[in-house]
């Protein structure tokens, strides 16, 4: 059985920063894309960042690159968003997402995804 938990969320002043992790299990990490998404309040789920398995590349939302970074380890199972510089519009639920199969232009939708974690809150405020 495949599971994802995300951790990590909280409240942060603007220009803070927090670290999310995805812990996994039931996936061979070795063979899955991770990605991350992020759902604001009235807004669509949007993609954040990824990694390819096939490739170990790293695409990255225009909002958020240069601030974020994300990174996976292959013997714990488990990825990771370094967040910095918060911003207000970063407020979100953020969730992990992992699949086998996806190829290259696949890795910012959503649809490419078969398993998600429950999400966690991340607040950027004053």
């Known amino acids: 059985q495949v599971r994802l938990v995300e951790s990590g969320g909280g409240l942060v002043q603007p220009g803070g920063s927090l670290k999310l992790s995805c812990e996994t299990s039931?996936?061979?990490?070795?063979?899955?894309?991770i990605a991350w998404f992020r759902r604001a309040p009235g807004k669509e789920r949007e993609f954040v960042a990824a990694?390819?398995?096939?490739?170990?590349?790293?695409p990255y939302a225009d909002s958020v690159k240069g601030r974020f970074t994300m990174s996976k380890d292959n013997a714990k199972n488990t990825a990771t968003l370094q967040m910095n510089n918060l911003k207000p519009e970063d407020t979100a639920v953020y969730y992990c997402?992992?699949?086998?199969?996806?190829?290259?232009?696949?890795?910012?939708?959503?649809?490419?995804?078969?398993?998600w974690g429950q999400g966690t809150q991340v607040t950027v405020s004053s």
């Open positions: 997402a992992a699949s086998g199969g996806v190829i290259m232009s696949q890795l910012r939708s959503p649809s490419a995804y078969n398993h």
């Open positions: 990694i390819s398995q096939r490739t170990g590349s790293r």
């Open positions: 039931g996936v061979t990490f070795t063979r899955y894309a």
